[in-house]
Each structure stands twice: as structure tokens, then as C-alpha cells.
T-cell receptor, first 112, second 112 residues
Framework: KAGVTQTPRYLIKTRGQQVTLSCSPISGHRSVSWYQQTPGQGLQFLFEYFSETQRNKGNFPGRFSGRQFSNSRSEMNVSTLELGDSALYLC???????????FGPGTRLTVL | DQQVKQNSPSLSVQEGRISILNCDYTNSMFDYFLWYKKYPAEGPTFLISISSIKDKNEDGRFTVFLNKSAKHLSLHIVPSQPGDSAVYFCAARKTSYDKVIFGPGTSLSVIP
């Protein structure tokens, strides 16, 4: 099976712009979670989607949003980018009823 | 509010010796715990997990110990190998439908 894929791998934006990141889960996985990783903060949970519905949400401002499509692919959007949004954004998928998440390689976002 | 804590940002161990990575949590509702390993430029990969009904789980060189009364778990790697050098994340969740909370990670260096 192909693993979790994320596009793009690298992105450079300027403050105030918006960005959309994409995640394709492992075939058959209906749960997709998004995390932000910054140095010293570990992986901060953004949200989880399951069958096109947001099932869990972390403590991020409304500028961070996401969605999931019927084929389980997911996108996350960040509007009005700030310098502090520079981070590695990781997507993870898991099969229903299991706990093991499989992570993609991440998208490295740099905000200038 | 950091619900999962890894108080040692880094750890150095000689090859062949034991590596002990520690993790503390604050939420007594956590029911399931996982360890992930992350190499640079890659997403985290699942290593080992433990349910709250157990106090030990072993998989080859990796053993996880859980002390529920102390809200503490540890990952033991014996013997440590240079290829084990990575960042190790401790994670926890309440129910199988709940979000997975990660700690900040511990960077392990195994010195040949």
C-alpha cells in the first residue's frame, strides 16, 4: 500500500497570504489528523476528520481550517499567515477502530 | 496546558547500553499510550503502544512501562544502536475516537 502523501513538501509564503496544504491518506483509512510541529513544542494537534466530518479540534485560531473529501483526501487552509505559522505541518491517517497513526513526510511552511 | 510531558529534551547513550526515555501525563482519563520515532525530514513512525490495563509491553529491543498511579511511562531500548538516534515522541489519548496528544519529544543520540 502507498503511504500517506503530502503536497507540497516545501512552501514559502509572505505574511498576510493564505495557504492550502493537501494530504492523501493510506487507501482505506477514513481518519485524517493534522499536526503542527515547531521546535520545542512537539506535535500540536490541529484537527481530525473522519468520513468528511470534523471529529476533533485542537486549540488553534479560526485562521486554521480544514476539510475532507469523499475519497478521504484532506486539505488544511491557513489564512492571513503570520510569522509564527512557520512550521512543519504533518498529516496522519488511521484505519477506523485502530490507534496507530501513519504519518506523511510533512509540508515545511516558511512565512516571511 | 501540556498534558503530555517529556522533561528531557535530549539524551545521549553509549551504543550497547540501555536508553530510558521518560514521559509524564496529567490527564487521568488517558487510556492508551503510544511512542513514535522521528528521523529528520521524515514523518513520525509508530514504535510501540500500551493500554492502561497493562503495565508493560515488549517488542524486541523496545519495552514500554506504565505506572498509572504516578501517571508516568517510560520507553526502554536495550541494547541501544546508532540507528536508534532520533526524536522520540510520547503520545496519549482518552477514547479511540479522541484526539491523540503528543509530548514535545526527546532527542536520543546513541554514540558508537
Amino acid at each position: 500500500k502507498a503511504g500517506v502523501t503530502q503536497t507540497p513538501r516545501y512552501l514559502i509564503k509572505t505574511r498576510g497570504q493564505q495557504v492550502t496544504l493537501s494530504c492523501s491518506p493510506i487507501s482505506g483509512h477514513r481518519s485524517v489528523s493534522w499536526y503542527q510541529q515547531t521546535p520545542g513544542q512537539g506535535l500540536q494537534f490541529l484537527f481530525e476528520y473522519f468520513s468528511e466530518t470534523q471529529r476533533n479540534k485542537g486549540n488553534f485560531p479560526g485562521r486554521f481550517s480544514g476539510r475532507q473529501f469523499s475519497n478521504s483526501r484532506s486539505e488544511m487552509n491557513v489564512s492571513t499567515l503570520e510569522l509564527g505559522d512557520s512550521a512543519l505541518y504533518l498529516c496522519a491517517s488511521r484505519a477506523g477502530g485502530t490507534d496507530t497513526q501513519y504519518f506523511g513526510p510533512g509540508t515545511r511552511l516558511t512565512v516571511l | 496546558d501540556q498534558q503530555v510531558k517529556q522533561n528531557s529534551p535530549s539524551l545521549s547513550v553509549q551504543e550497547g547500553r540501555i536508553s530510558i526515555l521518560n514521559c509524564d501525563y496529567t490527564n487521568s482519563m488517558f487510556d492508551y499510550f503510544l511512542w513514535y520515532k522521528k528521523y529528520p525530514a521524515e514523518g513520525p513512525t509508530f514504535l510501540i503502544s500500551i493500554s492502561s490495563i497493562k503495565d508493560k509491553n515488549e517488542d524486541g529491543r523496545f519495552t514500554v512501562f506504565l505506572n498509572k498511579s504516578a501517571k508516568h511511562l517510560s520507553l526502554h531500548i536495550v541494547p541501544s544502536q546508532p540507528g536508534d538516534s532520533a526524536v522520540y515522541f510520547c503520545a496519549a489519548r482518552k477514547t479511540s475516537y479522541d484526539k491523540v496528544i503528543f509530548g514535545p519529544g526527546t532527542s536520543l543520540s546513541v554514540i558508537p
